[in-house]
């Protein structure tokens, strides 16, 4: 019964925007779509109300449609990547996993405060671990304005990268592991855990204040902005793009799909 009241209420809403009846006889099928479309493109909140009355097994329908087109979406961005894939500034110096040599290349943008930042970073070791020497991975930053430490924790990032990329690794998973601490233990804090992974207190501070930090980020931003992402996490595989925090599994589908490489 609250389907069908439904229906009915958009019905009605919908037949108040068109002629009489008396008028809409002499308007072909065309014409009725035609105005149909336009009533429902002028007028979107007409659908929605209707939309709103429905019951949690339509919207899930509806929902489920909306994700379906939109993993179509994907797949085809996909294919056309693999035609003509993207083309990161891989710099050797920042490769964070594997060597120079690794015949797959895995761009990591992320936010160390993003939440499906950190879910993908896990999945991305578990892939990693099964790719073992077959495969590259370099870390780039997006931080986001609305995460009041992002920034700082990417600058400290790059600074512990340039000293030793041992504590650059182990500094991910801490950045990663802490993220609902960040804002509260703020540079200090911040700087404690840099030393924890095993980099020089004062060396890092420094590194942080200096202007390649900077451009790296900046640079990072600017290349991200420029592939057409908009949110984080993504990764480029090969020259694909996978956006979102998607399982180990995936990530091994499209690392065999670009290159025929097959993890352990």
């Not at 797959?104 to 943008?109: G, L």
């Not at 020259?239 to 352990?264: C, F, H, N, Y």
Request: glycine content about 4%; aromatic content about 4%.
């Amino acid at each position: 019964m609250p389907r069908l009241c439904a229906i009915l209420w958009a019905i009605l809403l919908l037949a108040a925007s068109f002629p009489t009846h008396a008028q809409a006889q002499q308007i072909q099928d065309q014409q009725f779509k035609e105005q149909l479309a336009r009533t429902l493109k002028q007028n979107p909140e007409l659908l929605l109300n209707a939309i709103r009355e429905i019951d949690v097994d339509v919207l899930d329908v509806l929902q489920q449609a909306a994700l379906k087109k939109r993993q179509q979406e994907i797949q085809q961005e996909q294919e056309r990547e693999k035609q003509n894939p993207l083309k990161p500034v891989v710099d050797p110096s920042r490769i964070l996993v594997g060597s120079a040599q690794a015949p797959v290349t895995i761009v990591e943008y992320s936010d160390f405060q993003c939440p499906y930042c950190e879910r993908l970073a896990l999945e991305l070791d578990k892939a990693l671990a099964r790719l073992g020497t077959q495969a590259r991975m370099v870390f780039k930053h997006n931080p986001l304005r609305s995460h009041e430490s992002a920034m700082t924790a990417a600058k400290l990032f790059e600074a512990v990268s340039m000293q030793d990329k041992q504590a650059a690794r182990k500094l991910y998973h801490l950045l990663f592991a802490n993220q609902d601490r960040l804002d509260e233990l703020g540079e200090k804090g911040l700087l404690d855990l840099a030393v924890q992974a095993g980099a020089k207190r004062e060396a890092t501070l420094k590194a942080m204040q200096s202007p390649e930090v900077q451009k790296r980020i900046e640079a990072d931003m600017a290349e991200f902005r420029s592939f057409g992402f908009s949110g984080v996490p993504v990764l480029v595989i090969n020259g694909v793009s996978v956006r979102g925090a998607v399982p180990a599994e995936e990530i091994l589908q499209i690392v065999r799909d670009t290159s025929g490489t097959r993890a352990k």
